[in-house]
């Protein structure tokens, strides 16, 4: 089991570029998360999908979209990146929500930069 | 609103010197309590769930503890493996967010040999 996946580990962007951050996980769970992570702050969730068919926005989606496009598989796109967008982005993936536990694996990270 | 706050900020231990990580928290009713180790350039690596006051959970030189309001993950003679950053995260039960762990910014613990 690879666990969460993503692609790609590193990415040097100019403003106003767009790109996709792909994540993937192989151990069947319901729901998965897209996280931000900054100096001095903690992880700070960005968009997330309680199941398959559906998104939610987090604590700081502006700029960003998610699709879920299947059970396994769930992208995070920049439509025209900005400076404040340059940080570590995490993708993490949980069974269940809604169930009496629920821990969240995450994924190695993708490390972002916008000039 | 929910909130952590994790102190210290950062921590110096030798090699052997036992110390504990202190996690303070406001939540609307508590699913459940988090502990995770991060290394430098990878992704937080899950420890430990609490669900109630009172529960403990060990591993290795690792120990978890539970209040009403705050969480210790104590440290016993610690090596130098053990470096890293602690992140600790509560999850709600109730409010439109419920699922979602709110996080600290993290204890950067450091061992020297």
């Known amino acids: 089991n690879a666990g969460v996946t993503q692609t790609p580990k590193f990415q040097v962007l100019k403003t106003g570029q767009s790109m996709t951050l792909q994540c993937a996980q192989d151990m069947n769970h319901n729901s998965m998360y897209w996280y931000r992570q900054d100096p001095g702050m903690g992880l700070r969730l960005i968009y997330y999908s309680a199941s398959e068919g559906t998104t939610d926005k987090g604590e700081v989606p502006n700029g960003y979209n998610v699709s879920r496009l299947n059970k396994r598989e769930f992208s995070l796109r920049l439509e025209s990146a900005a400076p404040s967008q340059t940080s570590v982005y995490f993708c993490a993936s949980s069974e269940d929500p809604s169930g009496s536990t629920d821990t969240q694996y995450f994924g190695p990270g993708t490390r972002l930069t916008v000039l | 609103e929910d909130q952590v706050t994790q102190s210290p900020e950062a921590l110096r231990l030798q090699e052997g010197e036992s110390s504990s990580l202190n996690c303070s928290y406001t939540?609307?009713?508590?699913?459940?309590l988090f502990w995770y180790r991060q290394d430098p350039g990878k992704g937080p690596e899950f420890l430990f769930t609490?669900?109630?006051a009172g529960e403990e959970k060990e591993k290795e030189r690792l120990k978890a503890t539970l209040t009403k309001k705050e969480s210790f993950l104590h440290i016993t003679a610690p090596k130098p493996e053990d470096s890293a950053t602690y992140l600790c995260a509560v999850q709600g039960r109730f409010g439109g967010s419920q699922g979602n762990l709110i996080f600290g910014k993290g204890t950067k613990l450091s061992v020297k040999p």
């Open positions: 609490l669900y109630s």
């Open positions: 939540v609307s009713g508590l699913r459940g």
